[in-house]
């Protein structure tokens, strides 16, 4: 299999995360994860995701860690593109990452590994936690998606 149009050319590594939301056409809803680690990150808000690893593709990282993390099996909707070569978007120096929407298709979202809370957000709240800074930008990317609160 060709991974290389899925992998930066910018020597950053490759994370990938999904905006979980309640409906993929008409999002109300959409899921945050409070962080347990590392303490920079700890108590800042995500878009619950994580490391691609060498031997899966983006979109195979993204359903383990939604299972690993939040115990939930998703179907995968259209990414939201970013600004950079490949639409991924900046997190630091050292990782970029791949958003998609998703949606829950088994499961209940819990804080089950290196989160300790999540939350729905709804239209008109999307902004009442503290979002990871990298993240912030994607969730004000997603607000045009949200119907009005
Ligand atoms: N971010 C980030 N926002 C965001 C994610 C999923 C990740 O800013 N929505 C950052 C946090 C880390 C880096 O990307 O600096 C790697 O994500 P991490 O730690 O969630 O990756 P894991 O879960 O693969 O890490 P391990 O604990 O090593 O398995």
Redesign the pocket.
Known sequence: MDLSPHLPSSGRAL?V?AAVVDDLRTPTRLLAARRTGPSV?AGGW??????VELDETPLEALHR?LREELGVVVEVGPPVDGPLPGRSWL?GER?E?LVWLAVVVEGEPAAIE?HDEVRWLGAGHLFDVAW?P??LPIVERLEARFGAS
């Open positions: 994370v995360a990150l995500e878009l619950p995701g994580g490391k860690e997190l990782y990452m290196d990871l990298a993240d």
